[in-house]
């Protein structure tokens, strides 16, 4: 059974920094072979509307960011630790969302792109809050 665990949420001011997890487990050996991504809804919208973020292959050689995160965060991963981390910096209350972590696995470089656009993950987490106040 794949499970993802999102940490690292909470509240901070604007101009303040969080750092996101997502442990991924249940899936064997299989570290190096997923597409990974964050993605975060708003207070009152509807899932449906959860705006991509970043995302990577654990692979390498793939990585995506989203409109509203270049230049201020950065996707990484530890795959020792079958974690992926989203650094988030220069925060601001736009940025406010419940942040959920997405997974594939058993995939290709050339399927994050694809799989972010069509929101089409087989793993979701439970997603972490993030509140930033001005």
């Known amino acids: 059974q794949v499970q993802l665990i999102e940490s690292g949420g909470g509240s901070v001011e604007t101009g303040g920094s969080l750092r996101l997890s997502c442990l991924v487990s249940?899936?064997?050996?299989?570290?190096?072979?997923?597409?990974v991504a964050w993605f975060r809804q708003a207070p009152e919208s509807e899932r449906e509307d959860r705006e991509d973020?970043?995302?990577?292959?654990?692979?390498?050689?793939?990585?995506y960011y989203g409109d509203s995160a270049k230049g201020r965060f950065t996707i990484s991963q530890d795959n020792a630790k079958s974690t992926v981390y989203l650094q988030m910096t220069n925060l601001n209350p736009g940025d406010t969302a419940v942040y959920y972590c997405a997974a594939n696995i058993r995939c290709s470089p050339f399927d994050l792109g694809p799989a972010i656009v069509r929101r089409q993950f087989t793993y979701w987490g439970q997603g972490t809050q993030v509140s930033v106040s001005s």
């Open positions: 973020v970043a995302g990577l292959y654990t692979g390498g050689g793939a990585i």
């Open positions: 249940g899936d064997g050996d299989a570290s190096s072979d997923r597409c």
